[in-house]
Nanobody
Framework: QVQLVESGGGLVQAGDSLRLSCAAS????????MGWFRQATGKEREFVAA????????YYVDSVKGRFTISRDNAKNTVYLHMNSLKPEDTAVYYC????WGSGSPEIHKYDYWGQGTQVTVSS
């Protein structure tokens, strides 16, 4: 079992930056790929970014490429999502998730463990 706790969300203005963190505890000795997803009110949860265990492979949804960066510090059991040039359409609850079998994937069903989410609100 892995427990994930997100932090770093908040209310910002368009063009601002935020850094989300996801701290893992529990069975952190396993080599999990990690992903960030988001869910806006009234919409389905969607993929945002993913990173392989070693950090050598990263994946992004087209709408955040060039603005968001996913990274991880395995010594701290923490994954980050650096978000720059935020837009109102980025407003959502952001979730981190762990994929114990893959190397990073946009497919939501591949992630076995999820955090509780952190709210990001971007005002125009």
């Amino acid at each position: 079992q892995v427990q994930l706790v997100e932090s770093g969300g908040g209310l910002v203005q368009a063009g601002d930056s935020l850094r989300l963190s996801c701290a893992a505890s529990g069975r952190t000795s396993s080599r999990y790929a990690m992903g960030w997803f988001r869910q806006a009110t009234g919409k389905e949860r969607e993929f945002v970014a993913a990173i392989s265990w070693g950090g050598g492979s990263t994946y992004y949804v087209d709408s955040v490429k060039g603005r968001f960066t996913i990274s991880r510090d395995n010594a701290k059991n923490t994954v980050y999502l650096h978000m720059n040039s935020l837009k109102p359409e980025d407003t959502a609850v952001y979730y981190c998730a762990a994929d114990p079998w893959g190397s990073g994937s946009p497919e939501i069903h591949k992630y076995d463990y999820w955090g509780q989410g952190t709210q990001v609100t971007v005002s125009s």
